[in-house]
T-cell receptor, first 117, second 114 residues
């Protein structure tokens, strides 16, 4: 079974600085998808960024980018120019490319990010 | 579009009571999901549905039931509530997960069983 591990329960960053959140996963599959979701205090789960495993190029979305290392099974999220609104829980999630129940999202335990003004 | 809506936002149940958590989506998504999030943990899948009339168990289905009579609605039923079911419940939907499309989440329902 696939697992997702986020080894940093909490992180802190100064406003305008850069922070990197770590995520590792375990799978024997070669085709899958990886996601970072943001959960602010409102509890709403918001997709931050998505990466397809077959793509070598790292995904970017404005200030958010990932470092996808397929061989190392690592998927870190870099937030540049951190803003107060970035403060939230961040969840890394894995999804197999297979259908059915094997294609459901598997979440890590999350990293709580604080942003200091 | 309202996206994924859930009711109620909060609920307190006594042990042994039953209730239904409502979930509706207006994006014409075939796939719908129910997750629970316990304190300090990620989300765990309770049940999912790939279309009207088709449901299947996820990782933690015990104590819950679902039905999917329409594309839009996917209610979650708790029978004989237990303290272990105290959690935040999220409903989600997706158009085509087989292409890695994202899941859209509702705002969650915070349930306390005492």
């Amino acid at each position: 079974a696939q697992t997702v591990t986020q080894s940093q329960p909490e992180m802190s960053v100064q406003e305008a600085e850069t922070v990197t959140l770590s995520c590792t996963y375990d799978t024997s599959e070669s085709d899958y998808y990886l996601f970072w979701y943001k959960q602010p205090p409102s509890r709403q789960m918001i997709l931050v960024i998505r990466q397809e495993a077959y793509k070598q190029q790292n995904a970017t979305e404005n200030r958010f980018s990932v470092n996808f290392q397929k061989a190392a099974k690592s998927f870190s999220l870099k937030i540049s120019d951190s803003q107060l609104g970035d403060a939230a829980m961040y969840f890394c999630a894995y999804r197999s490319a297979r259908g059915g129940s094997q294609g459901n999202l598997i979440f890590g335990k999350g990293t709580k990010l604080s942003v200091k003004p | 579009n309202a996206g994924v809506t859930q009711t109620p936002k909060f609920r307190i149940l006594k042990i042994g009571q039953s209730m239904t958590l409502q979930c509706t989506q207006d994006m014409n998504h075939n796939y719908m999901y129910w997750y629970r999030q316990d304190p300090g943990m990620g989300l765990k899948l309770i049940y999912y549905s790939v279309g009207a009339g088709i449901t299947d168990k996820g990782e933690v289905p015990n104590g819950y039931n679902v039905s999917r009579s329409t594309t839009e609605d996917f209610p979650l039923r708790l029978e004989l509530a237990a303290p272990s079911q105290t959690s935040v419940y999220f409903c989600a939907s997706s158009y085509n997960p087989d292409r890695g499309k994202e899941q859209y989440f509702g705002p969650g329902t915070r349930l306390t069983v005492t």
